[in-house]
């Protein structure tokens, strides 16, 4: 198994640009979340899903969009790029049990110009 | 508002030291605490605690959670250059009925000295 997998690992964006931060999971967990770090701070939720067709607002969810097609896939997807929104970006998946484990992704490392 | 706190925020040792970190949190509807260690890239599993008093450990970590007092602890002994890393202390919580979401505190910042 590969895991959780995030494309692509680095990436500059201009200010008003868009994008969208891949991630994919081939363990079948039903829930998937996507997290921000910024430096010296912890992980702060952007969006979540509990399953396929299934999403939810996080702490931090203006300026992201998200989707779950397929229990997979969880795209995150910035509109407008702001400078605000340099981070490191970590999908992760969970199997949705009693077990509040999290499995993360490699990470992707954003900079808004 | 649910938040987890983590302490110290970075800490400096020398090799062979023992370290303790600290994790105190105040959520509504707690379902476990987990403790994850964070080198260059994604946080990387170490512990999950349930239930107060009972100590887990693997190799020279451990940790205990005590639900009266809303708090666990990390343990590391004979601490090796290896184990520089940020420890990041998480909160699951209950959310509907179903599994809810990690709250994360800031970490903190282990730097062992050869």
């Known amino acids: 198994n590969a895991g959780v997998t995030q494309t692509p690992k680095f990436r500059i964006l201009k200010i008003g640009q868009s994008m969208t931060l891949q991630c994919a999971q081939d363990?079948?967990?039903?829930?998937m979340y996507w997290y921000r770090q910024d430096p010296g701070m912890g992980l702060k939720l952007i969006y979540y899903?509990?399953?396929?067709?299934?999403?939810d607002k996080g702490e931090v969810p203006n300026g992201y969009n998200v989707s779950r097609s397929t229990t997979e896939d969880f795209p995150l997807r910035l509109e407008l790029a702001a400078p605000s929104q340099t981070s490191v970006y970590f999908c992760?998946?969970?199997?949705?049990?009693?077990?509040?484990?999290?499995?993360f992704g490699p990470g992707t490392r954003l900079t808004v110009l | 508002e649910d938040k987890v706190v983590q302490s110290p925020l970075s800490l400096v040792v020398h090799e062979g030291d023992t370290v303790t970190l600290n994790c105190s949190y105040e959520?509504?509807?707690?379902?476990?605490l987990l403790w994850y260690k964070q080198e260059k890239k994604a946080p990387t599993f170490l512990f999950m605690l349930?239930?107060?008093?009972i100590e887990k450990k693997s190799g020279r970590l451990s940790s205990i959670l005590d639900k009266k007092e809303l708090f666990s602890i990390l343990n590391i002994t004979a601490t090796q250059t290896g184990d520089s890393a940020i420890y990041l202390c998480?909160?699951?919580?209950?959310?509907?009925?179903?599994?809810?979401?990690?709250?994360f505190g800031k970490g903190t910042k282990l730097s062992v000295k050869p």
């Open positions: 959520v509504t509807n707690f379902r476990s």
């Open positions: 992760a998946s969970s199997p949705g049990t009693v077990n509040n484990e999290q499995f």
């Open positions: 349930t239930s107060s008093g």
């Open positions: 998480a909160v699951g919580t209950n959310y509907g009925g179903s599994q809810g979401n990690l709250i």
């Open positions: 899903s509990v399953g396929a067709g299934i999403t």
């Open positions: 363990m079948n967990h039903n829930y």
